[in-house]
C-alpha cells in the first residue's frame, strides 16, 4: 500500500466517523451541526486527489448541487430540517453518480425502517423507552413527531464508504 492509497483509506474512514457522529448527534438531540457536513466536504478533495483520476469529480459537484436544490425545496416546505439537507449533499457529494441510486435507496429503507420504529413506540408505548433513547414529544399527532434522520442517511452514507473502500 503506497502513501495516497493510505490517505484515501484514511480520509473514507474519517468521512464515516463524520456519519456516526452526525447520527448519533441528531439521535440525542435532533441536530445536525454543520461542522460535521463541512468537515465531510473538506475531506473530499483530499480523497479525490489521493484516489488519482478515476474519481468523477464534477459529476459529484453536479449531484450534489441537485441535492442542495432538492433539499432546499423540501426545507422550504417543512419537510425536512436544515442539518439533514446539508448532511445530505455532503454524503452525495462523496457519493457521485455511479452510486447514488444504491445510497438513497439504503437510505430510504434506513429512514422507513426507522419511521416504522418511532411510530410503533407512539403507538404502543411512549413511556416504556427511557426518554434519552427514543424521544415522544407530548404532541398527539405522529406527524408532529421529530425524527432523527441522519441516521438514515448514515446508513446510506456507510453503504457508499464501504463501496469506496472496496475501491481503494
Known amino acids: 500500500?503506497?502513501?495516497?492509497?493510505a490517505t484515501a483509506r484514511f480520509t473514507i474512514l474519517a468521512f464515516s466517523g463524520l456519519?456516526?457522529?452526525?447520527?448519533?448527534?441528531?439521535?440525542?438531540?435532533?441536530t445536525?451541526?454543520?461542522?460535521?457536513?463541512?468537515?465531510?466536504?473538506?475531506?473530499?478533495?483530499?480523497?479525490?486527489?489521493?484516489?488519482?483520476?478515476d474519481i468523477d469529480w464534477v459529476g459529484?459537484?453536479?449531484?450534489?448541487?441537485?441535492?442542495?436544490?432538492?433539499g432546499f425545496l423540501l426545507f422550504t416546505l417543512r419537510?425536512?430540517?436544515g442539518?439533514?439537507?446539508k448532511l445530505f449533499v455532503a454524503v452525495t457529494l462523496w457519493t457521485g453518480p455511479a452510486l447514488m441510486m444504491p445510497m438513497?435507496?439504503?437510505t430510504s429503507v434506513a429512514g422507513g425502517l426507522l419511521a416504522a420504529g418511532m411510530w410503533?413506540?407512539?403507538k404502543v408505548n411512549r413511556s416504556a423507552m427511557p426518554a434519552h433513547l427514543v424521544y415522544a414529544s407530548r404532541n398527539t399527532s405522529f406527524r408532529k413527531q421529530p425524527m432523527p434522520y441522519a441516521v438514515a442517511i448514515a446508513v446510506g452514507g456507510l453503504f457508499v464508504a464501504l463501496q469506496l473502500l472496496a475501491r481503494v
Open 60 to 70: 459529484a459537484l453536479i449531484y450534489a448541487a441537485v441535492a442542495f436544490v432538492a
Open 19 to 30: 456519519l456516526i457522529a452526525a447520527a448519533a448527534s441528531d439521535w440525542r438531540n435532533f
Open 1 to 5: 500500500m503506497d502513501f495516497s492509497d
Open 120 to 122: 410503533l413506540n407512539f
Open 104 to 106: 438513497v435507496f439504503y
Open 79 to 81: 419537510l425536512c430540517g
Open 32 to 53: 445536525v451541526p454543520n461542522r460535521y457536513s463541512l468537515a465531510m466536504a473538506a475531506l473530499y478533495p483530499s480523497y479525490v486527489i489521493a484516489s488519482g483520476g
Open 83 to 85: 442539518g439533514d439537507i
